[in-house]
């Protein structure tokens, strides 16, 4: 087999729809909107969930029970393995946000146990790993949490 004979296989490549190519082509004229009406119009199209003026079923429908997302904390994550070249002494919000470790708006950072260390740093965070927690230990480091 050489590379000039390998093909595709059969129907895997599908010609795009040439509309408004003359009445013969068969999407000539209207190019497959039909008549007139909102659908033929440019931009003429209703949103998600419209019904016509009908009040919508999801507003129809009576909302029941407790959804506890709204008040999740969300960490984020700063494995130890990103934190080994770090010169610095104290490793905090600041300078994780500094190095482009923490990007966004977060309500805490979680320190986790994925990779070693070899130095001894002061964490500043709002939470760490089991493991994280036995490395750093290990090594010498401490941890302050922050509430």
Not at 19 to 31: A, D, I, N, Q, R
Not at 83 to 107: F, S, Y
């Amino acid at each position: 087999m050489m590379l000039n004979d390998i093909k595709p296989a059969i129907g895997a490549k599908k010609r795009k729809k040439r509309v408004g190519c003359g009445e013969s082509s068969g999407h000539g004229k209207t190019s497959g909107k039909g008549h007139k009406g909102q659908k033929a119009r440019s931009g003429g199209s209703i949103r998600i969930g419209f019904e016509g003026g009908q009040m919508p079923l999801i507003r129809r429908i009576p909302k029941r029970g407790f959804n506890n997302k709204r008040f999740h904390i969300q960490y984020a994550p700063v494995n130890l393995s990103s934190i080994e070249g770090i010169t610095e002494e104290i490793i905090d919000e600041n300078l994780l946000r500094k190095l482009g470790l923490v990007k966004g708006r977060v309500d805490g950072i979680k320190i986790l146990g994925k990779g070693e260390i070899s130095r001894a740093y002061v964490f500043k965070v709002h939470a760490v790993s089991t493991s994280a927690k036995e490395k750093i230990e290990k090594v010498g480091g401490k941890i302050e949490l922050i509430q």
